[in-house]
């Protein structure tokens, strides 16, 4: 089937993608509070650019829009491009505020956005806080996803806020609209936040930290106001709140909601919590026994590699040292990620249990008498031939775009297990580092690494819609 998009689809995502940049403008101008209150002077670059985006977007809204035209591929388009006009946005803002170059600036914004959690910056605790609150807010939004966002705030409800919620590979409805459901799953993440920085607070934790590293292990994001992330704290309590709020931010939405609803034993029914809890079990064991790790260590590193989170206890000079078997356990959980449903990214779990699920059956279709009715449910829904080719066709061209990038950092004399580490991260949008992300890396890889993050968070599809729009509009301009 030939996908054609021609100027009246561009005309009709205009009015959509226009509300969302003027959400993007308004995140961005928050940061200007923090810059009054510690009384930094760069509050000039976010007013700049959270003022183009809105006004920009207010243009793109004069745009005739007949939301019965809207269709998934548009929606989809709507999404891949919102996620590079943030990423752009937050990316001038930094340049300004941070006099860093910009591809290192696109890149720390695409970053922060996605919730990738990976850092150009060698010292985070000279950045100003307005800057060093930036990231975290861009993570807080980007965990429900920059669309998610402006449902829930802007559009009204109907076909668009429907089509764009399917957009960001989001299937789940907790109400029966959509937009309902989405305002639900924000009071669900606000009440979260609101844990979150009480927790730290009361752990000892400095009001702006607590905020700041809620926004961004609650988004399962990972970027820290430390230098030594989590470990900087030195605290065990610390770093277990921090643990809660990364399986908190891992798991489905949902899931949540059952559970506040006084439902808690459908937490545990959930197969995707229980795949977590399964994974999570067997591999802190296995880096404590084989890899010298300690208890909380063990548990506080596959969760945030699970969880795409990110976070970490130790510098990364540390994490370098560690043996290919602890290196290769979490490639793993960064391959693998969390529930679907949550802000986590990679293949998440329900991917990989009906991959697996559909492996099972089709050898047990094998070995039966002919005429046997094998019975295919996951958590009591029927599983089809479908479900289980499109969870085929994801991991198999997930895995592809991740080995690509893993050829490109090997190209320049990264090593093997290092360089696969740094795609898994990207694009699994997790954040932790074996030091190859800096500053100074080649710009090609830099770029490659930009493209896997971009792709994980909108989950590849969007992403190869656009790119195959533009190579039809070159090839239009060759002839």
């Known amino acids: 089937m030939k996908i054609t998009v021609g100027k009246r689809d561009l005309l009709l995502i205009s009015n959509p993608l226009g509300i969302i940049m003027q959400g993007i403008g308004i995140v961005v101008l928050i940061p200007i509070i923090i810059a009054v209150i510690y009384g930094e002077s760069n509050y000039l670059s976010f007013i700049g650019c959270g003022l183009f985006s809105i006004a920009l977007g207010f243009l793109l809204r004069k745009v005739p829009f007949d939301e019965r035209r809207l269709r998934l591929r548009h929606g989809m388009l709507i999404a891949g491009l919102a996620w590079l006009w943030a990423a752009l946005i937050g990316g001038i803002c930094l340049m300004f505020a941070t006099n860093i170059d910009f591809l290192n600036a696109y890149f720390e914004s695409m970053s922060a956005w996605s919730g990738s959690g990976l850092s150009i910056f060698a010292d985070v605790e000279i950045l100003p806080n307005s800057?060093?609150?930036?990231?975290?807010?861009?993570?807080?939004?980007?965990?429900?996803?920059?669309?998610?966002?402006?449902?829930?705030?802007?559009?009204?409800?109907?076909?668009?806020?429907?089509?764009?919620?399917?957009?960001e590979a989001r299937e789940e409805k907790i109400k029966p609209s959509i937009t309902n459901t989405v305002k639900t799953i924000w009071w669900i993440y606000l009440l979260y936040t609101i844990l979150g920085i009480v927790l730290y607070v009361l752990a000892g934790m400095s009001i702006f930290d607590a905020i700041n590293n809620t926004f961004t292990n609650l988004s399962t994001g990972g970027m820290s106001v430390k230098n030594n992330n989590i470990g900087a704290y030195g605290s065990d309590l610390i770093t277990i709140i921090t643990i809660i709020l990364m399986v908190i931010g891992g798991t489905s939405f949902l899931v949540h909601y059952k559970a506040l609803k006084g439902k808690v034993i459908d937490v545990f029914r959930d197969v995707q919590f229980q795949a977590m809890i399964i994974i999570v079990t067997i591999f802190s064991i296995l880096l404590i026994v084989y890899a010298n790790f300690t208890n909380l260590n063990a548990v506080f590193y596959v969760v945030s590699a699970l969880s795409c989170t990110g976070s970490n206890t130790l510098p990364v000079s540390s994490m370098e040292?560690?043996?290919?078997?602890?290196?290769?356990?979490?490639?793993?959980?960064?391959?693998?990620?969390?529930?679907?449903?949550?802000?986590?990214?990679?293949?998440?779990?329900?991917?990989?249990?009906?991959?697996?699920?559909?492996?099972?059956?089709?050898?047990?279709?094998?070995?039966?008498?002919?005429?046997?009715?094998?019975?295919?449910?996951?958590?009591?829904?029927?599983?089809?031939?479908?479900?289980?080719?499109?969870?085929?066709?994801?991991?198999?061209?997930?895995?592809?775009?991740?080995?690509?990038?893993?050829?490109v950092l090997m190209q320049y004399g990264y090593g093997g297990i290092d360089s696969l580490f740094e795609a898994a991260s990207a694009q699994g949008n997790v954040g932790l580092s074996m030091g190859i992300v800096s500053a100074n890396m080649p710009d090609v890889a830099e770029i490659f690494l930009i493209f896997n993050m971009w792709i994980g968070r909108i989950e590849i599809i969007p992403a190869l819609l656009l790119l195959k729009i533009f190579f039809d509009q070159f090839k239009r301009l060759k002839r």
Request: charged fraction near 15%.
């Open 321 to 407: 040292a560690w043996i290919d078997y602890a290196k290769v356990i979490l490639i793993i959980s960064m391959i693998i990620g969390m529930a679907a449903g949550s802000t986590t990214g990679a293949l998440k779990l329900i991917r990989v249990v009906t991959l697996i699920k559909g492996i099972y059956w089709e050898i047990k279709r094998i070995l039966s008498p002919e005429g046997s009715v094998i019975t295919r449910k996951i958590s009591g829904k029927s599983v089809g031939d479908v479900e289980i080719r499109e969870a085929g066709s994801y991991v198999f061209i997930y895995l592809f775009f991740i080995f690509i990038s893993w050829m």
């Open 131 to 167: 800057v060093l609150f930036l990231r975290s807010i861009e993570q807080w939004v980007g965990g429900l996803g920059v669309v998610i966002m402006v449902i829930g705030i802007l559009i009204r409800p109907g076909t668009t806020a429907a089509r764009l919620y399917k957009s």
